[in-house]
């Protein structure tokens, strides 16, 4: 967003070609460095600005230049918004809810990540590998429509459990939800 009065930044044209951004006066802003976020920065001279007859509608700065910065992965953003915005894609985005979103809606209700029971990021890419995996296998039991499958892998479920329990652990890490759709 930028403030009222100012050009929007789709007025900034990235050239890929020459590797620079052209402001909405056709000048060159050139590439300058890359920060920490991982965005690239485009600058542009001070003199050009100094004489820029919409100097007020670009930058407010004293040293007179215009900075635009860009993520580095800003091609790759820009493709998907391609294919989101084609006739595919429009077609495609509303089944997310369906699809995609449900795995995670699933995992949540039915299998207890709303929180996570460990610390440090091994510990829980483990336990939500885990989780997944067991996600997994019981879609897959439910695809093939196989009863003793599922009948199986539930038993395995309620095994991990009553080893938690018999064991008294509290916060098991082999410990799934006995809960079936």
């Known amino acids: 967003m930028t403030p009222p009065g100012y050009f929007p930044p789709y007025d900034y044209v990235y050239d890929e070609y020459y590797d620079c951004v052209l402001c909405p006066q056709n000048r060159v802003l050139a590439y300058a460095t890359t920060n920490r976020e991982g965005r690239r920065e485009f600058k542009s001279n001070p003199h050009d600005c100094k004489a820029c007859p919409v100097r007020e509608q670009c930058t407010r700065s004293k040293a007179m230049q215009k900075t635009v910065q860009r993520h580095l992965w800003e091609e790759y953003i820009d493709r998907s918004e391609d294919i989101r915005h084609s006739d595919v894609g429009k077609a495609l985005y509303p089944l997310r809810s369906e699809t995609i979103e449900r795995v995670f809606a699933d995992a949540k ?6 929180y996570t029971y460990y610390r440090g990021l091994d510990q829980v890419t483990k336990w939500v590998k885990l989780k ?36 008294n652990v509290k916060n098991p890490r082999f410990c799934f939800e006995t809960r079936v759709l």
């Not at 019981?138 to 991990?160: D, E, I, V, Y």
């Open 109 to 114: 209700e039915k299998h207890a990540m709303r």
């Open 132 to 167: 997944f995996a067991a996600m997994n296998l019981k879609k897959l039991a439910m695809w093939r429509g196989n009863p003793s499958l599922l009948r199986c892998f539930l038993c395995l479920q309620r095994a991990f459990t009553a080893f938690a329990f018999v064991f």
